[in-house]
């Protein structure tokens, strides 16, 4: 069983930064793509960021391209989102995802990940 814990969120005013991680539990987190996904209050979840295995492969959401940059360290099992210029609509839990399959592209579909962290809320004032 892999086990995910975010952490790193909190208050921040709009234009602001935070650095979410996500330390992952086993020894195989290397093998998999990594998502970062968000929920605020009544919306669906959906897709932040993403990662492949090492890192050389990523992909964003256009509403946080050249913002958030996902990145992570395969020694350290922890995958990071970097966010930076932050707004009010960036409001939301935050949770990250591993793969379901190894070694796969990275994808924004939520079915593609198994495993997921229990959410760090993320709070942007205007």
């Known amino acids: 069983q892999v086990q995910l814990v975010e952490s790193g969120g909190g208050l921040v005013q709009a234009g602001g930064s935070l650095r979410l991680s996500c330390a992952a539990s086993g020894r195989t987190f290397s093998r998999y793509a990594m998502g970062w996904f968000r929920q605020a209050p009544g919306k669906e979840r959906e897709f932040v960021a993403a990662?492949?295995?090492?890192?050389?492969?990523?992909g964003y959401a256009d509403s946080v391209k050249g913002r958030f940059t996902i990145s992570r360290d395969n020694a350290k099992n922890t995958v990071y989102l970097q966010m930076n210029s932050l707004k009010s609509e960036d409001t939301a839990v935050y949770y990250c995802?591993?793969?379901?399959?190894?070694?796969?592209?990275?994808?924004?579909?939520?079915?593609?990940?198994?495993?997921w962290g229990q959410g760090t809320q993320v709070t942007v004032s205007s």
């Open positions: 990662c492949d295995w090492n890192g050389g492969s990523t």
């Open positions: 995802a591993r793969a379901s399959t190894p070694w796969r592209t990275p994808t924004g579909a939520p079915k593609e990940y198994e495993y």
